[in-house]
């Protein structure tokens, strides 16, 4: 298992990559995940459990943190943490536990 992060204008993007299961033939899948919050206990909780959601599901994520609370306003976030997935937004107001965000990478 290759885990490699990559720092783009202060937004970490994590990428997981599972290179025994992805051929240089075949593009892996890459699931957008987005954490909303400001940076808080709950938000890298979060964050931990989709690393290791992703790693178990041999996934590669890219991972997008906004704390731009006006951004957050605007796509109706009324809590934090919040977890959006391929643009929907998932969870809100709480943690989901590593089943429950494997569940929803796979859908």
Same mark, same amino acid.
């Given at each position: 298992?290759?885990i490699?992060i ?9 990428r997981l990559? $599972? ?5 240089n033939?075949?593009k892996?899948? #890459?699931?957008?995940v987005? &954490?909303? !919050? ?29 704390? $731009? ?6 796509l109706?976030?009324s809590? #934090?943490?919040?977890?959006? &997935?391929g !643009?929907?937004?998932v969870?809100s ?15």
């Amino acid at each position: 298992m290759t885990i490699v992060i990559f720092p783009l204008d202060k937004i970490p993007q994590i990428r997981l990559i $599972d290179l025994s299961r992805h051929s240089n033939k075949r593009k892996a899948m #890459i699931k957008e995940v987005t &954490i909303f !919050g400001v940076g808080c206990s709950l938000c890298r909780l979060l964050q931990s459990n989709i690393q290791t959601a992703s790693l178990q599901l041999g996934m590669e994520v890219k991972i997008r943190e906004v704390t $731009d609370i006006q951004e957050m306003i605007n796509l109706g976030i009324s809590a #934090i943490p919040a977890l959006a &997935i391929g !643009g929907e937004v998932v969870a809100s107001g709480r943690v989901p536990d590593v089943p429950d965000i494997m569940r929803l990478l796979k859908a």
